[in-house]
């Protein structure tokens, strides 16, 4: 069994920044890429921002220069530094993971989601 835990959401006014981190913990033998998504209101759910285990990024064009994905792979925790926040931001985020268990089975796995709200 493989959790997510996400934590560093909240309420904050536009131009702000917040820092979310995830941690994956279980029966883990490694993870290869993770990744944030984000999903707004009445919206699909959408890529935020990847990193691979070799530390190769990838961004969403909103976030792109805003946004910095970093992992600690000692932790088995990603963080994403949200700075020039936006009220278009505001959504529900989550952390995902691809993971080889410890018998040797590989899956994706999800948080349980932060929320993420920035507003006046």
């Known amino acids: 069994q493989v959790q997510l835990v996400e934590s560093g959401g909240g309420l904050v006014q536009p131009g702000g920044s917040l820092r979310l981190s995830c941690t994956a913990s279980?029966?883990?033998?490694?993870?290869?890429?993770m990744g944030w998504y984000r999903q707004a209101p009445g919206k699909e759910r959408e890529l935020v921002a990847h990193i691979t285990s070799g530390g190769t990024t990838n961004y969403a064009d909103s976030v792109r220069g805003r946004f910095t994905i970093s992992r600690d792979n000692a932790k088995n925790t990603v963080y994403l530094q949200m700075n020039s926040l936006k009220p278009e931001d505001t959504a529900v985020y989550y952390c995902?993971?691809?993971?080889?268990?410890?018998?040797?089975?590989?899956?994706?796995?999800w948080g349980q989601g932060t929320q993420v709200t920035v507003s006046s």
């Open positions: 995902n993971a691809y993971v080889t268990t410890q018998f040797r089975l590989h899956g994706a796995y």
């Open positions: 279980g029966s883990i033998f490694s993870i290869d890429g």
